[in-house]
Nanobody, 116 residues
Framework: QVQLVESGGGLVQAGGSLRLSCATS????????MRWYRQGPGKQRDFVAQ???????NYADSVKGRFTISRDNTKDTVYLQMDNLKPEDTAVYFC??????????WGQGTQVTVSS
C-alpha cells in the first residue's frame, strides 16, 4: 500500500520560512519523480516543484528563487524549503509521487497560511 504523508505546514508571517516534508512508503522511492502541488482557496491545484530520480529540480515561475525541493533517498522523503513566503503562497500543499512503473499517488495535503 502506497502512502504519502505531508507535514510541516502552519501559520507564518510574510517573509518567513517553512519546510514541508513528505514521507513515503510502499514505493521504490529512489526511482520516483516527486512533485509538490498547491491549491489555494477557490483555485485549481497548481504545480509548484519537481525533483527527478536523478536529482534534477524545476519550479513554477511564481516560486523560483524562493522555494527549494530536495530528497533524501535514505529516508524515502521529499522536502520543500519555502523562504520569503508571501500571502499568495497560502494554500494546501500536496505531495505527489510518479513512480517508475507509471503510477501516480497523492498525499492528503498540509495547510500553509501566510499572514501579511
Amino acid at each position: 500500500q502506497v502512502q504519502l504523508v505531508e507535514s510541516g505546514g502552519g501559520l507564518v508571517q510574510a517573509g518567513g520560512s517553512l519546510r514541508l516534508s513528505c514521507a513515503t512508503s510502499g514505493t521504490s522511492f529512489s526511482l520516483n519523480t516527486m512533485r509538490w502541488y498547491r491549491q489555494g482557496p477557490g483555485k485549481q491545484r497548481d504545480f509548484v516543484a519537481q525533483i527527478t530520480l536523478g536529482g534534477a529540480a524545476n519550479y513554477a515561475d511564481s516560486v523560483k528563487g524562493r522555494f527549494t525541493i530536495s530528497r533524501d533517498n535514505t529516508k524515502d522523503t521529499v522536502y520543500l524549503q519555502m523562504d520569503n513566503l508571501k500571502p499568495e503562497d497560502t494554500a494546501v500543499y500536496f505531495c505527489n509521487a510518479f513512480t517508475f512503473s507509471g503510477g501516480t499517488y497523492w498525499g492528503q495535503g498540509t495547510q500553509v497560511t501566510v499572514s501579511s
